[in-house]
């Protein structure tokens, strides 16, 4: 197990929270301050009381859990990418950690992939609220591929190496005799 951030030892602590979410036009990095912070190297922009994060649920049993990211009295740019954007299947990752002295500590608390984004808008704010499943939800889908020449033809084009599979079915094949 590897040692907690530096400033979990402290008596009096500062804690907070942070996001990344990966889009293709660019990666959105959100955190509960409201000021502009460095957190692991990377510019997290400050997003106040605005930004929720619902329960991270861990186990002793093998199991995806899900979690879910709120977005309210957000900048209009990000309304435009959350609506103009493939989101599904890109990473969603959230930090917990420490201010101690203008210096952060953090560490991951949770890395999935977003699933569903429901966007609300009023008159004058938006609110995106964002799931995303653990790496885990991987293990329940179940893999499609049958080793057929039309399904190796679907991922190599030019590899004819399984048109003959069916030919061998009831081939006979006549081993050590003379």
Known sequence: MRPAPTGFSDTALEVFYAIELAFDSGTIRLWNGTYDATINGNVFTGAGGLLGISEVE??????????????????????????????????????????ENGVTSAYTLFRGRMDVMTITEGADTATIEITAENR??????????????????????????????????DKEILWGRK
């Open 58 to 99: 861990e186990t002793g049993e093998i199991a995806a859990r899900g979690v879910s990211m709120v977005l309210s009295g957000i900048d209009p740019s990000f309304v435009s990418i959350a609506l103009q954007e493939n989101y599904q299947n890109r990473l969603a990752t959230i930090l917990f950690g420490t201010i």
């Open 136 to 169: 885990l939800i991987d293990l329940e889908r179940p893999r499609n591929f049958r080793y057929t020449s039309e399904d190796q033809k679907a991922t190599y084009p030019d590899d004819f190496g399984l048109d003959y599979v069916a030919d061998l079915q």
